[in-house]
């Protein structure tokens, strides 16, 4: 077993309100990642804001409170992030079905966090199995096979 933060860098995301940014579409947009437990944490996308950097994609927000603590997804497109969003950003590479992997793992410890209590300064001591502990099935997985069966 190891910790979150051996394994990524962890840091808090940008704390947007999304009362105070321009929606825009899903093509144009940048994706806005908050506390919600569904879509992948993304409640809205937004115009890109001048002078601020997105996170890129292939990090993993985390929600640090509220319903949705410790819900963990990997982002695929540039994301910004709202309040009590961190940012997980792997030490080294690794595939896509490795970071899925991480994100059931952070998110199967949500029970430690009963009563509002939040992930703010625990996320990164968090106990998960190390790269080389990964479950053989992990390296297997064809976490692509339902690419595109949404399109119309």
């Known amino acids: 077993m190891t910790t979150v933060k051996n394994l990524f860098h962890v840091r808090y995301g940008h704390s947007l309100a999304l009362n105070h940014l321009t929606l825009a579409d899903r093509d144009s947009g940048i994706a806005f990642a908050s506390r919600q ?17 997105p996170a890129p994609p292939g990090d993993v927000s985390v929600a640090l409170g509220g319903n949705g603590v410790l819900s963990a ?8 992030t709202g309040r009590d969003v961190a940012i997980l950003s792997p030490k080294e590479p690794m595939d896509k079905a490795t970071l899925l992997y991480y994100c059931m793992c952070i998110t199967a410890n949500r029970y430690r966090y009963n009563y509002g209590r939040q992930a703010n ?3 990164g001591t968090l106990l998960i199995p190390s790269l080389d502990e990964l479950p053989k099935w992990v390296s297997k997985a064809n976490v692509d096979q339902f690419n595109g069966s949404d399109a119309p």
């Open 37 to 53: 437990m569904g879509d992948n944490g993304v409640s809205a996308f937004i115009q890109p804001i001048k002078d601020l950097i």
């Open 73 to 80: 997804f990997l982002q695929e497109r540039p994301f910004y």
């Open 121 to 123: 300064r625990s996320l």
